[in-house]
T-cell receptor
């Protein structure tokens, strides 16, 4: 597509439930990043994919968070047993490569609210 | 670890005023530096970048120069417009622990409001 698409744009869920957030990157972009942005903060790195593999998952806060990218394009961020502290905007970005010179294109984000 | 510090907002200016938003960083090695902008209701957009010392990034009348000696990347614009009202984020790239991963480390953002 023309840009990075994230769905849903808004998600409200009850504490303890499971949620999936989807990212559809720009066609052909091999690098895909997930970030999380809490109110009044800058984005916080979660995980980086190069192709199908998670090359760096050092930003995932705990084992309730998991992400996949099985065919090297669409990625899904999965959060188990959601907690109120997981409420944030989850951002996805893609890039033609993993390096800085390629630049990053961000999606509009998914606003997750855990009640 | 690497970090970015940018001036706190909100910043309120009148149209055609001069804008400076300060950004300083701490990093090992030679990061690339970025300014991103987030307009109300929209996603993050790259405004400008600089990949090595003394480089100047520029776009839409905004400029920032990569100053290694002062570890700074201050954003400037000579004459702001109402349409520049947004949140501005300074960021640096970090190689991280996966060879080519240049994940971004971000400042907290500075909100700018420009009044007519």
């Amino acid at each position: 597509g023309a840009g990075v698409s994230q769905t849903p744009s808004n998600k409200v869920t009850e504490k303890g439930k499971y949620v999936e957030l989807r990212c559809d990157p720009i066609s052909g972009h091999t690098a895909l990043y997930w970030y999380r942005q809490s109110l009044g903060q800058g984005p916080e790195f979660l995980i980086y994919f190069q192709g199908t593999g998670a090359a760096d998952d050092s930003g995932l806060p705990n084992d309730r968070f998991f992400a996949v990218r099985p065919e090297g394009s669409v990625s899904t961020l999965k959060i188990q047993r959601t907690e109120r502290g997981d409420s944030a905007v989850y951002l996805c970005a893609s890039s033609p490569g993993g390096g800085t010179n390629y630049g990053y294109t961000f999606g509009s984000g998914t606003r997750l609210t855990v009640v | 670890g690497d970090s970015v510090t940018q001036m706190e907002g909100p910043v309120t200016l009148s149209e055609e005023a001069f804008l400076t938003i300060n950004c300083t960083y701490t990093a090992t090695g030679y990061p690339s530096l970025f300014w991103y902008v987030q307009y109300p209701g929209e996603g993050l957009q790259l405004l400008l970048k600089a990949t090595k010392a003394d480089d100047k990034g520029s776009n839409k009348g905004f400029e920032a120069t990569y100053r290694k000696e002062t570890t700074s990347f201050h954003l400037e614009k000579g004459s702001v417009q109402v349409s520049d009202s947004a949140v501005y984020f300074c960021a640096l790239s970090d190689r991280g622990n996966a060879g080519n991963n240049r994940k971004l480390i971000w400042g907290l953002g500075t909100s700018l409001a420009v009044n007519p």
